[in-house]
């Protein structure tokens, strides 16, 4: 059975821990100095400031996937877009920024499921749910951006944005 860490209303260290491990395997962010560093997603920091930003993906109780946004304010959003500031910069930016309420966008920091999963919609509803629940707190017209590493994750942003009638922006690879 599918379920997702923000209809259980929370996730364990543990399981932040797994889905952190199988995001770095994908992206090999310890061997990019200008993406944001898996050892940086701190189990405490996240689920106090940012706890919608997390959705981890489920079949039973074992970690199948998960999606991660972040809240950003627009000049660091284009900042990031134009390549001003690297991905590592935008999350130290963001993360110095708290409390602040003026967030206007979301970043579409990844995006992961185990491949016997992929095409099956499960990515799609933890990022159409991660959206609403920032909605209902930032407000219904986000800016959506993102940084795909893939034809698919290009695609897929833009199917997202169209479903919810929300403007996606992406930076090059």
């Known amino acids: 059975m599918i379920n997702y860490s923000l ?3 929370s996730f364990t260290r543990k399981d932040l821990i797994n889905a952190s491990k199988f995001s770095e395997a994908f992206f090999h962010t310890a ?17 106090k400031h940012f706890p919608l930003s997390t ?18 304010d627009k000049k660091n959003m284009i900042c990031f877009l134009k ?24 970043y579409f920091v990844s995006s992961l499921i185990k491949p016997k999963y ?8 933890a990022r159409i749910m991660q959206i609403k629940e920032y909605q209902k707190i930032l407000g219904k017209n986000l800016t959506l951006f993102s ?18 009638k929300l403007k996606i922006l992406f930076k090059k690879y």
């Open 118 to 125: 992929r095409r099956k919609g499960y990515t799609m509803k």
């Open 83 to 106: 390549g001003k500031i690297t991905e590592k910069e935008l999350f130290y930016l963001i993360k110095d920024s708290i409390p602040k309420k003026q967030y206007s966008c979301l």
């Open 55 to 72: 959705n981890i993906i489920y079949d039973k109780n074992k970690v199948i996937g998960h999606t991660f946004v972040l809240p950003c």
């Open 147 to 164: 940084w795909p590493f893939s034809k698919e994750g290009y695609k897929f942003g833009k199917k997202l944005a169209k479903k919810l």
């Open 7 to 9: 209809i259980k209303g």
């Open 31 to 47: 061997d990019n100095p200008f993406q944001m560093p898996e050892k940086e997603l701190t189990y405490k920091f996240f689920t």
